[in-house]
């Protein structure tokens, strides 16, 4: 088959409640242990087209207007090709047939929130549409794994477990949907944006300095699967007041080990530790928590709570000098199929 649709996929961003940090194969983004996550809601999402034809002389790709280039220099660049050159060897597709990939993320580039979880999650489903592959979920979740790891994590909605896996060729390490999306609606992320600034160290590099150089990090993969286990049950309970408490303790225990590192990598800042603080003193003065923070690679905190407890949250956040803005967002479905096209098939370029 040479004549190819434009395909358009949209996939949410998540966040991990238990933690991934460090690989064991860092080619494949295996994970020393599993991690469990929100898959948020259309807020916080990327939408991706693509397009594969004969017409397109070069690969090319344009994330929020941007074009780059396929250089071995941008890693997260280099896995989209690889991956996108897996499947169209599995759909037979000839070599001669270029892809054009027009992804744009619903927030401002530069905002502070990673995107190449969505962005791989989209990209990855568009393509198998695309290319009429028909894949399971399972194994879209193992290639947008290999673009970056927590974006297997953004194929199935709702509440999901990423399994660490034990196979060396990283197909037992997928991600599959433990509850609906609709399963405990009132679940909410206050994505706090305390900084726009990129990060100094990519997360695909403090994976490994960490891992390769923390003491304390070797405790990390057996606490993580636990957590995961307790975690897992309090959810099924519907237990806010103990499962916030193994949020905190999980993200935490990922920057300690971080902090550990050689040389150290310290993502939190100032306003970080102010929204830290807000969140103690709020939950001191309820006498129990209603809101737990958690941080991935970066200063900008997500304040998991409930719905009812929204307006205390950002009340306390009224307190904290130097946020910059809030998103919020609840618990969403997986990557799907969308039909507003983000390339213009006439010119074959983007819209
Ligand atoms: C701190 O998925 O960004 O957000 O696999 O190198 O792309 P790569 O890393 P990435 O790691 C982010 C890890 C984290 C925690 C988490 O999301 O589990």
């Not at 941007?66 to 060897?89: H, P, Q, W, Y």
């Amino acid at each position: 088959m040479e004549d190819f649709e434009i395909k358009t996929a949209l996939a949410s961003s998540n966040i991990a409640l238990i933690k991934y940090w460090g690989r064991r194969d860092s080619k494949l983004n295996l994970p020393f242990n599993s991690s469990l996550s929100l898959t948020l809601d259309g807020s916080i999402s990327t939408r991706t087209s693509v397009l594969f034809s004969r017409k397109i002389t070069n690969n090319a790709i344009y994330i929020d207007g941007k074009k780059f280039a396929l250089s071995g220099r941008n890693e997260k660049i280099s896995r989209i090709f690889k991956v996108v050159t897996a499947m169209k060897k599995l759909g037979n597709v000839n070599r001669e047939v270029k892809v054009l990939i027009v992804s744009k993320n619903s927030f401002p580039m530069g905002a502070g929130i990673a995107s190449s979880a969505s962005g791989g999650a989209a990209l990855v489903y568009a393509v198998n549409d695309a290319l009429g592959l028909d894949l399971s979920m399972r194994e879209l979740s193992i290639y947008a794994r290999e673009i970056s790891g927590s974006a297997c994590r953004s194929i199935p909605g709702g509440i999901v477990r990423w399994r660490r896996g034990k196979e060396k060729d990283g197909s037992d390490s997928y991600a599959e949907k433990m509850f609906d999306s609709s399963y405990w609606e009132e679940l909410r992320d206050l994505v706090v944006i305390v900084s726009n600034e990129k990060k100094r160290i990519s997360s695909s590099e403090g994976h490994d300095i960490t891992s390769s150089t923390s003491e304390l990090f070797s405790v990390r993969p057996a606490l993580a699967e636990k957590n995961i286990r307790i975690a897992t049950d309090l959810i099924r309970k519907k237990n806010f007041e103990r499962l916030g408490e193994i949020i905190m303790r999980d993200s935490n225990n990922m920057h300690a080990a971080m902090m550990d590192s050689w040389p150290p990598i310290i993502y939190l800042n100032d306003v970080s530790r102010a929204v830290i603080q807000a969140v103690e003193k709020l939950n001191g003065m309820e006498g129990r928590i209603i809101v737990a923070y958690t941080f991935d690679a970066g200063p900008n905190p997500h304040l998991i709570t409930l719905r009812g407890y929204e307006p205390k949250v950002e009340e306390a956040l009224k307190n904290v000098k130097g946020i910059k803005r809030v998103i919020k967002s609840s618990v969403g479905d997986g990557a799907k199929p969308v039909s507003e096209s983000l390339i213009d098939h006439a010119s074959l370029a983007p819209c």
